[in-house]
């Protein structure tokens, strides 16, 4: 089983170079399974025992699923990311060079590992604004799939250093080539892949993105490669563990954020009130009021999912010597005494019990002390909506490269924990304690 789904992963995330993208797709899967759509804008009445979504800026979502029985409920919560890090083009994209190429002015987005980026085939993708006759504005997607640009590195000849250390700069290093002596159209590209005029195009969020295909390698086929597995590879997981998933008490949610590599701190982001403007309105839509939705908060349960750093095989000097972790040696748990991570005695002790039940491998990562690491979605969440959580990944390598290493078997995992997540009851019995019933 861990295979097919290896191989569903990897299709999923070769559909989508954007966040933008990932949406889209998640959007068309809960559609195909039964879900009805949302919007924040409109008047919600919802039912129980259906299934809803809603997404805002078109690169976030959250899924839901009302129970039958919710009278005492809580929210059982499983929350990702949709984005990765990446080269975005500026609005005045085309720079010309003596007259004779034409590059994209692009800055990063993220903490991406630049030389990655370099002498690969690389397209573009991302949304376009498009003015409509009746006045409005609408969003359409665009993905040239084409091997468009490339970012090619300079002559070891020219640069004897690139060896020694080199460092990257983002504004002259990492620039893509895009044309000859075409200047001017870029834009006129983007009109004609949408079947539209150019001076219908009122704005766009558009980036690069790396066309290598995804690979399942290695010896015995264990190990696999692609772009965007963070965090792509756990919101699919996430996806599968929920669909499908029935629990009468609670309401299971699934999120998908945006804009975690920047922080949050967007209105799409985990930052911002919008898990918690959804969670109100389910709240008061079941005909509850404001201490019904306190109660309910106090029962709940995260599990923020973001990929986990594994040991490198040739600098195992860069983890901690017990608290570390393995490709395909199951799902990660990841803490932080300073609460990078959110996960703490209780919200361990209940995933190790949610594990056990799903006959899930457990791992355990800790930075070593002497190091800072990355900060994640769980703990930021939590400012808005204060719940149980636990911080947890899949393990791999090259973490914020254009192409990243992950095992075949771990999604597989993570699949099986999510759907015990969604298939669990939980309820508060105590300031400390947490009850959980099938």
Known sequence: MYQKTAEEMLSFIQKNPTAFHAVATLKAILQENGYAELLESGKWNLEQGKNYFVCRNDSSIIAFQLGTELEEYSFNIASSHTDSPVFKLKEKAELEVNGKYVKLNTEGYGGMICSTWLDRPL???GRVMVRQEDGGIATTLVDFDRDMVLIPNAAI???????EGYNFNKQVDMLPLFAGQEKGSLMALVAKELGVEESQILGSDLYLYNRDRPSVWGCNGEFMSSGRLDDQECAFASLQGFLGAVNPKSVNVLACFDNEEVGSGTKQG???TFLQDVLRRINLSLGKGEEDYLRAIASSFMLSADNAHAVHPNHPEYTDANNCTYMNEGVVVKSHAGQKYTSDGMSIAVVKEL?????????????RSDKVGGSTLGNIAMAQVSMKAVDIGLPQLAMHSCYETAGVKDAWYMVKLMRE??????QETSPGGLKMVK
Request: net charge positive.
């Open 355 to 367: 594990a056990a039940r799903a006959e899930v491998p457990l791992q355990y990562f800790a930075n």
């Open 421 to 426: 997540l969604f298939t669990t009851h939980f």
């Open 123 to 125: 397209s573009i993708a």
């Open 157 to 163: 000849h020219m640069n004897r250093q690139v060896n």
């Open 270 to 272: 985990a930052a911002s």
